[in-house]
């Protein structure tokens, strides 16, 4: 099993930045991916950026050149640093791993973003 440790959510005004780190451990061989969704009330779960073993990322159009994901192979762990939020990425964060082929969820963190 692998366990997925999120920290980093709160509230924050608009146009202000908060950092999201996700920590993995557990029987750890082989992580693909890691990266982040997000859940806002009312709203389907959607991919916010995800990031390779070979450091190749991914973003959702509604976060491209505010937000940032980036990994720590040795570590495993994935941060997604958010700048310029809005009130529309409030939301439930979850950070997500592929590990030898399945998927690993975390708790959530919840960013909260005033208008």
């Known amino acids: 099993q692998v366990q997925l440790v999120e920290s980093g959510g709160g509230l924050v005004q608009a146009g202000g930045s908060l950092r999201l780190s996700c920590a993995a451990s557990g029987r750890i061989f082989s992580i693909s991916a890691m990266g982040w969704y997000r859940q806002a009330p009312g709203k389907q779960r959607e991919l916010v950026a995800h990031?390779?073993?070979?450091?190749?990322?991914n973003y959702a159009n509604s976060v491209k050149g505010r937000f940032t994901i980036s990994r720590d192979n040795a570590k495993n762990t994935v941060s997604l640093q958010m700048h310029s939020l809005k009130p529309e990425d409030t939301a439930v964060y979850y950070c997500?791993?592929?590990?030898?082929?399945?998927?690993?969820w975390g708790v959530g963190t919840q960013v909260t973003v005033s208008s």
């Open positions: 990031i390779t073993s070979t450091d190749s990322t």
């Open positions: 997500f791993t592929i590990s030898s082929g399945r998927d690993y």
